[in-house]
């Protein structure tokens, strides 16, 4: 139960696009199709912003992406806003009933 | 409009033991699966365990399996968690979490425990 590895921060301009990876391996990320990304700003709960790899909530900007390739998840964030600042998690289904989240990324709006 | 409320957290002496509620509303928590998760200070989030949406089935982390145990009541819409032999390093806010489709879709605001001597 290995925590999916994503980059402890990112950063960009407003209005420009930055992607946030999510590496896994072939037990996790690799062999489901589960991946979700939430959002947290601080003090406040993780709000899910992405599932089953590129699906939007209800209420989620369509400037929120998800994409995967093998044992790898990716965010992308365009047309960055301020209020974009927050941590980011992604999370798989890991097989036997059981999950694991990323450590999370920074993402701070220069 | 769906609410989780966790709650009793606190401060408890390495070795001791805490039970976690979780009080569900707006909606049918017998449908569906639920999940504790947690958050140490300053920390990522970590996924700790799963009950089944009858409570036929659990699941846990390596990290607390053994120790604690999560069951859930659905005539009352109540999600639990028992932890004993708590550690320093279980001091976090803990998350009842509900599971749609093998993701976290609605979060409570989280219950902060301490373990300190």
């Known amino acids: 139960q290995s925590a999916l590895t994503q980059p402890p921060s990112a950063s960009g301009s407003p209005g420009q696009s930055v992607t946030i990876s999510c590496t896994g391996t072939?037990?996790?990320?690799?062999?489901?199709?589960?991946v979700a990304w939430y959002q947290q700003h601080p003090g406040k709960a993780p709000k899910v912003i992405i599932s089953?790899?590129?699906k939007r909530p209800s209420g989620v900007p369509d400037r929120f992406s998800g994409s995967k390739s093998g044992n790898t998840a990716s965010l992308t964030v365009s047309g960055l806003q301020p209020e974009d600042e927050a941590d980011y998690y992604c999370?798989?289904?890991?097989?036997?009933?059981?999950?694991?989240f990323g450590g999370g990324t920074k993402l701070t709006i220069l | 409009e769906v609410q989780l409320v966790e709650s009793g957290g606190g401060l408890v002496q390495p070795g001791g033991s805490l039970r976690l509620s979780c009080k569900v509303s707006?909606?049918?928590?017998?449908?569906?699966?639920m999940h504790w998760a947690r958050q140490a200070p300053g920390k990522g989030l970590v996924w700790l365990s799963r009950?089944?949406?009858?409570?036929?089935?659990?699941t846990y982390a390596d990290s607390v399996k053994g120790r604690f145990t999560i069951s859930r009541d659905n005539a009352n819409n109540m999600l639990y968690l028992q932890m004993d032999s708590l550690r320093f390093a279980d001091t976090a806010l803990y998350y009842c979490?509900?599971?749609?489709?093998?993701?976290?879709?609605?979060w409570g605001r989280g219950t902060l425990v301490t373990v300190s001597s």
């Open positions: 072939d037990r996790d990320i690799g062999a489901y199709n589960t």
């Open positions: 707006g909606f049918r928590m017998s449908g569906d699966s």
């Open positions: 999370s798989s289904y890991a097989g036997r009933d059981t999950w694991v």
């Open positions: 089953e790899i590129s």
């Open positions: 979490v509900r599971d749609r489709k093998f993701a976290f879709d609605e």
């Open positions: 009950v089944y949406e009858d409570g036929s089935q659990t």
